[in-house]
């Protein structure tokens, strides 16, 4: 059983920025992939950036060039740097990491709100 401990949502006027952390433990056999997703009121959870054990990152189209995923292996951390913050971005962003055997977790979310 692998746990995650997300932080570092909040309220954020537009144009701003955040940074989201999550700190995954308990994985016997390793970490494969890393990932944030969000879901606002009323729609589907959505793909926000994945990133691999060997770093290749993959991002929604409507996060290119604002938001950035990194991620720290040696401490099994993801991080979700967004800058140029919108309304629009408004959601609980839940982090997600998937074992080296296929098994796949999520965080308890964030609340990540963009209002002015």
């Known amino acids: 059983q692998v746990q995650l401990v997300e932080s570092g949502g909040g309220l954020v006027q537009p144009g701003g920025s955040l940074r989201l952390s999550c700190a995954a433990s308990g994985s016997r056999f390793g970490i494969n992939v890393m990932g944030w997703y969000r879901q606002a009121p009323g729609k589907e959870r959505e793909l926000v950036a994945t990133i691999t054990s060997g770093g290749s990152t993959n991002y929604a189209d409507s996060v290119k060039g604002r938001f950035t995923i990194s991620r720290d292996n040696a401490k099994n951390t993801v991080y979700l740097q967004m800058n140029s913050l919108k309304p629009e971005d408004t959601a609980v962003y839940y982090c997600?990491?998937?074992?080296?055997?296929?098994?796949?977790?999520w965080g308890q979310g964030t609340q990540v709100t963009v209002s002015s």
């Open positions: 997600k990491v998937t074992t080296l055997l296929g098994g796949a977790f």
